[in-house]
């Protein structure tokens, strides 16, 4: 889990009523990235209101580019690619400046 979404989750869960007691169970330790990022506030997070103008960049770890196709007639193969990067612009004012560039890893191709 990202550091974005362990804090999110991390928030979440500081709102919601305790839960009685369990047994402790051993606990992996975090991956060294995950040790070493900084948690995000609380206050950080907001429910999204509006639609913001502007450039954005594509988040590779919650981003997901698949897709199926017909095998002999018989059965769908759902295929996926790992790696994939871009930017993509919205201006709500203007859907004919609305923009994406995507670039996906052909490497990354897994069919399972």
């Excluded at 990022?37 to 988040?59: I, K, L, W």
């Amino acid at each position: 889990m990202c550091a974005s979404c362990a804090a999110e989750a991390e928030a979440v869960a500081e709102e919601a009523p305790a839960a009685p007691k369990k047994a402790a169970a051993k606990k992996a330790a975090p991956a060294a990235a995950e040790a070493d990022a900084p948690a995000a506030e609380a206050a950080v997070y907001h429910v999204a209101t509006g639609s913001p103008a502007g450039t954005y960049r594509v988040d590779p770890d919650h981003s997901l580019a698949w897709f199926t196709v017909g095998h002999a007639g018989v059965a769908l193969v759902v295929g996926r690619f790992d790696k994939m990067s871009g930017t993509y612009t919205f201006d709500p004012a203007d859907a004919a400046k609305d923009r994406a560039n995507i670039s996906i890893e052909a490497s990354s191709l897994d069919t399972n």
